[in-house]
């Protein structure tokens, strides 16, 4: 059974279907994935770090013991109270998810211990998918696609966070923030954590675009938005150039990735709006493109695609993971990710 309809999935997460063992959350966006994982653990057993009654496991696992699944599956509680076994998968292998799939359809099916929750989250799954097309067509199992959050999903994300801290956005700031923030939703999240801490927890603040401008900085004087244009202009040289000025002010490669991942998401949502029927002028103006920088932006959007933009989105998050890594090279991370850009872009004839 798919669960596609925001009503229908925050009803499950919150009180998981009677008769229901299983459940498949997949999607782009781990983000959203992660999250909705956490939401349902908490909602099948009291404690999901309790290690009597909830088995974490990965496609390592599974890979070096064939048999850990099923065995994990039909293990009793030793505690009481019903058994979570929760699979996190990473990357598509055919393999794993043919065991996968097995497992799904058998445990739907009653196969294992009935009384187990078999929760597996997973990233973005083809049509082919044998393990997405076990949850979808079984009567015992759920399977919960995740899709990238649109503008309002991130502006109710962004309202929702910031009320528990007692502060907010008036409309104008809201527009703004919500125009910077990347489109993945553990990234998002992060930065709105910033925003609030910048705002002070607890304070009541109502803030305006003006109270923002030092927490998002001047972005058309600043050296990493132009760095992050240039690169998607296609002029890899003035994007080095503006990387390592930026380094000399003492802004480093997660800032730089950060940079990059904003500009993608303002072409991202400027051209999901011309798709919609918006002039590109307008489409731009709305995802708070600069005056400024505005005919550059423009170039830019008349020649890159949502597919494209959408492939290469991947190689931003993973930038981002690599820059945050102990010990990493996070400068020649970001000026990595600043030539696989520009590289695109130039074939893109920009």
């Known amino acids: 059974m798919i669960l596609g309809k925001r009503p229908d999935i925050e ?25 909705r994982g956490d939401r349902l653990a908490k909602a099948v057993t009291e404690d999901p770090t309790d290690p009597f009654n909830v088995s974490l496991l990965t496609e390592t696992d599974i890979d070096g013991d064939p048999a850990k699944l ?15 076994v929760r699979l996190k998968l990473t990357a598509e292998k055919p393999s794993i998810d043919r ?29 082919d998918s044998g393990l997405r097309k076990a949850a979808e067509k079984a009567d015992g199992a759920v399977a919960i696609p995740c899709y990238e959050d649109e503008p309002g999903d991130i502006a109710r994300l962004v309202r929702e966070a910031m009320a528990q801290d007692k502060v907010s956005l008036n409309a104008e700031a809201l527009e703004l923030f919500v125009a910077r923030l990347p489109k993945e939703r553990g990234v998002a999240r992060r930065e709105i954590e910033r925003l ?3 705002l002070g927890p607890g304070s009541g603040m109502t803030a305006t675009p003006a109270d923002l401008t030092p927490f998002l900085g001047v972005e058309p004087d600043a050296s990493l938005a132009e760095a992050a244009q240039d ?29 990059m991942g904003l500009h993608l998401g303002r072409l991202r949502r400027t051209l999901t709006l011309a798709r919609a029927g918006a002039g590109l002028p307008e489409a731009a103006k709305a995802s708070g493109v600069f ?7 423009l170039r830019q959007a008349r020649a890159w695609t949502l597919e494209q933009l959408d492939s290469l989105q991947p190689e931003v998050l993973d930038a981002d993971r690599a820059c945050k890594q102990t010990g990493s090279p996070d400068g020649l991370i ?8 520009a590289g695109r872009a130039r074939r893109l004839g920009l």
């Open 11 to 35: 009803r499950f997460l919150g009180q998981p279907t009677r008769g229901v063992r299983v459940a498949l959350i997949w999607g782009r966006d781990r983000g959203v994935v992660h999250e």
């Open 70 to 84: 099923a065995d994990e599956l039909s293990a009793q509680s030793l505690m009481g109270g019903r058994r979570l």
């Open 99 to 127: 065991a996968a799939a097995e497992a799904v359809k058998q445990h739907a099916e009653s196969g294992f211990n009935p009384d187990a929750f078999f929760l597996v989250e997973a990233g973005a799954l083809g049509r």
């Open 196 to 198: 609030i801490l910048f």
């Open 231 to 259: 690169a998607f202009g296609g002029k890899l040289a003035a994007a080095h150039a503006g990387l390592r000025r930026a380094a000399a002010e003492g802004e480093g490669g997660p800032a730089a990735v950060r940079a």
């Open 291 to 297: 005056w400024r920088n505005e005919r550059e932006f």
């Open 334 to 341: 970001a000026e990595r990710l600043a030539l696989t850009i």
